[in-house]
Nanobody, 126 residues
Framework: QVQLVESGGGLVQAGGSLRLSCAAS????????MGWFRQAPGKEREFVAS????????DYADSVKGRFTISRDNAKNTVSLQMNSLSPEDTAVYYC???????????????????WGQGTQVAVSS
């Protein structure tokens, strides 16, 4: 099974940028569609973005469309999330997730993703 480790979180001022990375091991990344989710205190985990197994298709939540960009490098077993124009509403723990690729893409429901990282904290100050 694949193991996922996120990095790149931190504290940034509103309007700033961060780049999150997700490193995968123990599996072939091209076997998975990948997603990013986030969870703010007291709120449910929500979908942020996803990318299909070969990077040819992407999907974004309306709240991040035009500001965030998901990408992947299967040769390096990494998935990234470039986050620009950050606002305090983006403050959350961000999780990388993997869904064994199949016939259905995209998927926005977190229960559809079988493998998860431990999360990385993003805090945006006003």
């Amino acid at each position: 099974q694949v193991q996922l480790v996120e990095s790149g979180g931190g504290l940034v001022q509103a309007g700033g940028s961060l780049r999150l990375s997700c490193a995968a091991s123990g599996g072939t990344l091209s076997n998975y569609n990948m997603g990013w989710f986030r969870q703010a205190p007291g709120k449910e985990r929500e979908f942020v973005a996803s990318i299909n197994w070969n990077g040819g298709r992407t999907d974004y939540a309306d709240s991040v469309k035009g500001r965030f960009t998901i990408s992947r490098d299967n040769a390096k077993n990494t998935v990234s999330l470039q986050m620009n124009s950050l606002s305090p509403e983006d403050t959350a723990v961000y999780y990388c997730a993997a869904d064994l690729r199949g016939d259905v893409y995209p998927k926005r429901v977190y229960s559809a993703y079988r493998y998860w990282g431990q999360g990385t904290q993003v805090a945006v100050s006003s």
